[in-house]
């Protein structure tokens, strides 16, 4: 009798639980796509680009850091992954786009003063990690790094100054400018 | 002028309640004839983005208004 009781309690935990949980969520999902939905086209734009340049370059790092682990160290080697890592981010970024143009299509392509405004703002203040990852390369250039690791830096820092920029955008779209 | 002395303007408007008086107009009505998206007149209605001479002009314009009955700075 005292067992049956508890599973029945704990079941009756599990449905709560599971109520709120559906709640909290079901929340969450319409609060994030009404705020998805009035956003501008290009700021959605800037939210698949994001999503596609971490995409490719968590992957891309994930699998040449293993290459060098073991040992790899031809630069030739590793045109084959940058091949499939461009490959990927323009999949992404058409898929993305025709989704969000889907949306609404009256608002695809529409770029305003305000848009233009933001990319220049972004793009000028993510423009020193450029800088910084151009001359962190010629130093190594200079101290006699591998060309390997050159080369990941120059490509480590566009990527990571694209990221910079998106973030840039996403935040002065929410903050104002 | 060191960056520090520059002088913090702050810029409201009246174009929330300038669609109310003209008939209701939509965000989106009046984005249309200003030529900008909705989003920016919402952030300009926020006080989130100063648009430029010519959308403010255009704006004013729209609603038949001097620009200074759109647009107040305060010092």
Redesign the interface.
């Known amino acids: 009798m005292v067992r049956k009781i508890n599973i029945e309690s704990k079941i009756v935990d599990m449905m709560v639980m599971y109520n709120m949980f559906y709640i909290m969520s079901s929340k969450f999902v319409t609060l994030t796509r009404r705020s998805f939905m009035n956003q501008s086209f290009e700021e959605k734009s800037v939210w698949v680009q994001m999503v596609g340049v971490l995409a490719t370059f968590l992957s891309y790092t994930w699998v040449s850091f293993r290459m060098m682990g073991e040992g790899i160290w031809t630069l030739s080697a590793y045109l084959p992954m940058f091949g499939i890592a461009v490959a990927m981010l323009i999949a992404i970024l058409v898929v993305g786009h025709i989704v969000i143009a889907a949306m609404h299509p009256e608002e695809a392509g529409v770029r305003d003063e305000r848009d233009r405004w933001i990319d220049w703002k972004a793009g000028s203040r993510s423009s020193f990690v450029v800088g910084t990852g151009v001359l962190g390369a010629l130093a190594g250039l200079f101290a006699g790094w591998h060309p390997v690791w050159i080369a990941h830096i120059l490509l480590h820092t566009l990527f990571i100054a694209e990221l910079a920029k998106l973030g840039f955008q996403l935040f002065y779209y929410r903050r104002g400018i | 002028m060191a960056r520090s002395d520059k002088p913090r303007l702050v810029i409201h408007n009246q174009i929330r309640t300038l669609r109310f008086t003209n008939g209701e107009m939509t965000q989106q009505e009046l984005a249309r004839q200003v030529?900008?998206?909705?989003?920016?007149i919402?952030?300009i209605e926020?006080?989130?983005?100063s648009?430029?001479l010519e959308?403010a002009f255009l704006i004013a314009h729209v609603f038949e208004q001097p620009i200074d009955a759109v647009f107040q700075a305060e010092l």
């Open positions: 030529g900008v998206t909705r989003q920016t919402i952030a926020q006080g989130k983005y648009p430029s959308v």
